[in-house]
């Protein structure tokens, strides 16, 4: 079976690789898509991410499939059913001198059973979101969902938005998303920061109230109040970048909450002294979210041509991953078989 592996750092590439065995909890998955994730697969590639990943590495987190194959203890997972985050070679596993930086960009892999593996705890990170998902979107769609419901469970936690003015800062798939998120939760009025009109006009086709060029603006704090009509109640970040949210931070009243999608561990904000920000960081969790967006997406409630830029071959990772680099894309997916329609 072929896969995407990281040769070494910064260094892709399309291999063939042997295809996995069904322990008794594991299932064996035929794998349709992967979303490419913008952020932690090109950390990963750049040997930036941590986590002391090895090399070479199957590449790839977003990924749906269907089980082809069961192990005689699996109770969790039946043939022909759907399933999130399958992988060619499981976290913190080897098989045959290759490891994982989370598998899931293969033809085939598999999902365990953890829920009835002994010694498993029932919050365990692989268990929770290696799950059986509805069919009846195309297999794009529903790894979108995965990365869709990662940012509506971050919101969720961060805190309720109704009746709240937001800045989000970004306009990648979780700025995007995350705008949606709070235009549906009721937030009073959101604008969105980002460096590209075209993404600005996307967010305001999506969500937005209005968009805020921070490469055109030397008064952000200005542009902002002007935008919101008053002071920002919550700013979220998912750009990654401290400088942008710093020069937002005279934009937010007192008391505000400051929600910290992006931003890498080990960077902080220069908050002022006195100014009661509230800063919280939520775990994403899109296995808490993962049913409610592929609701809205089956309703026709969020459209998944907002986000969905672009799909790929598995053979043309390489390709997609520079497209990425670019910036030509919200969200890209390598497609592996037919199935995926």
Not at 90 to 103: H, I, N, Q, Y
Not at 197 to 224: H, Y
Request: proline content about 6%.
């Amino acid at each position: 079976m072929r896969a995407v592996v990281i040769e070494s750092v910064g260094r892709i590439a399309v291999a063939d690789l042997s295809e996995p065995a069904p322990g008794p909890y594991a299932a064996i998955v035929r794998i349709h898509a992967c979303g490419i994730c913008n952020t932690t697969d090109v950390r990963l590639i750049d040997g930036t991410y941590g986590g002391g990943i090895r090399h070479p590495a199957v590449l790839g987190h977003e990924s749906v499939g269907t089980v082809v194959e069961i192990g005689s203890e699996v109770r969790s997972f039946k043939l022909g059913d759907r399933v999130t985050r399958p992988a060619a070679v499981l976290p913190g596993r080897e098989r045959d001198g290759v490891f994982s930086a989370w598998g899931g960009m293969a033809e085939v892999g598999m999902v365990e059973d953890r829920k009835v593996m002994p010694g498993v705890p029932a919050d365990d990170y692989l268990g929770q979101r290696q799950r059986s998902v509805r069919d009846d979107l195309p297999a794009t769609h529903s790894a979108l969902c995965i990365s869709l419901a990662e940012t509506a469970s971050f919101l969720v936690q961060a805190g309720p938005v109704a009746y709240k003015r937001v800045v989000v800062g970004g306009t990648g798939v979780a700025g995007l998303s995350i705008a949606l998120w709070c235009r549906l939760g009721g937030a009073e009025r959101v604008v969105v920061l980002g460096r590209r009109q075209s993404r600005l006009e996307l967010a305001g086709t999506i969500a937005a109230d209005a968009g805020v060029n921070t490469a055109e603006t030397d008064d952000l704090p200005g542009a902002l109040a002007d935008a919101l009509s008053g002071k920002a109640d919550l700013y979220v970040d998912a750009i990654g970048s401290t400088d942008v949210a710093a020069a937002a931070l005279p934009a937010l009243a007192r008391g505000a909450t400051i929600a910290n999608y992006g931003i890498p561990d080990g960077k902080t904000l220069p908050v002022p002294a006195g100014s009661n920000l509230r800063i919280v960081t939520p775990p994403p969790q899109e296995h808490l979210s993962y049913d409610w967006v592929a609701d809205l997406v089956a309703r026709g409630i969020v459209k998944p041509e907002w986000f969905c830029t672009r799909e790929w071959p598995l053979e043309e990772g390489e390709d997609a991953f520079r497209a990425v680099r670019a910036r030509q894309v919200v969200k890209g997916f390598l497609v592996m078989d037919s199935a995926s329609d």
